[in-house]
């Protein structure tokens, strides 16, 4: 690879460490000071649960996982807004895409990925913004298990599974609204060492 493709990829890694710096702007209607909800904490987690439900949906699981991940990359530079925030700010998320993907390799196929995204036409599309719905119900059961009341007002009904394409991401979204956080270490604990 030549120094200017390596300078350009380095430069492009650095922004992305910049993911563990941006605060999900939720927060400011929950109330809420979590440094651990950042940008970068809500990528992985969201690339996973994609994952999972591209294999149970039985669609491409690679391109829901890049999807996953390529989903805020824009954030880096323009911060996050909030449902709120959306309503009076204009991203220029596609130049702002571009202008971090094109110097890069493969930058046509992530771009091409990032755009079919944004559309959501495929079922990868639409199960990788499940992947990303899905994971903002996990956050708020966390939130709410803390005793954060404005997190439990929004878990209430099915405003967030109406949103939901995949019968999977629907079916944990209404289990996970039922279950403790905490409760998948129920039976891991124990006071003897091994």
Known sequence: MKSDKIKKLTYFFFELGTLRKVIRSHQQYFFTNDLTDNISSHSFRTALIGYFLAKEEKVDSNKVIKMCLLHDLEESRSGDQNWVNKKYVKVFEEEIRKEQLLSLADSQELLKLSQEYSERKTKEAKIAKDADLLDQIF????????????AAWWLEGEEQEKLMFSKTAKRIAKLAKKQRPSEWWDNLWTNKRR
Do not use: F, M, P, T
């Open 139 to 150: 956050i708020l059961c966390e939130y709410r298990w803390q005793g954060n009341k404005e």
